[in-house]
């Protein structure tokens, strides 16, 4: 299955490698402790809302925007076999691509054991016209 908290922890880590920080940068900025963090952005602990807040505003994101990252990844997920039901070794490798939210997004599975599948999707940028 998928775990909400892995796919935020995804969320944020990409965000955070994005702009090329360490996780020692975002802590500080954020006033959490590095360790804690890290289990975050691995999905080992669940944040409370005002950490995620804290978390989004160090990164120069909106908390709205990076929940709807997620949820366009959980709405793939659940559209996609394999994903919340056990694979087959053989079907580990697995990539997809599906337009979201009018913008393409990239999305591969990494398959951590037959019951955990963690669902990462990487938002490509829209592009923007301007009428005159």
Not at 7 to 17: F, T
Request: glycine letters at 6%.
């Amino acid at each position: 299955m998928v775990l909400l908290r892995r796919v935020i922890g995804d969320a944020l880590r990409a965000r955070r490698q994005g702009q090329h920080r360490t996780l020692r940068e975002v802590s500080t900025a954020a006033n959490v402790s590095l360790g804690y963090l890290s289990e975050i952005e691995r999905g080992q602990k669940e944040a409370s809302s005002e950490l995620l807040a804290a978390i989004c505003e160090a990164l120069g994101a909106r908390l709205s925007e990076v929940l709807g990252e997620v949820s366009d990844t959980l709405s793939l997920a659940e559209e996609m076999d394999g994903v919340l039901t056990p694979v087959k070794p053989a079907d580990e490798a697995a990539a997809v691509r599906k337009v979201a939210r009018g913008g393409e997004v990239s999305v591969s599975v990494r398959q951590d054991s037959p019951l955990k599948a963690t669902l990462k999707a990487t938002r490509k940028p829209r592009e923007v016209v301007y009428a005159a």
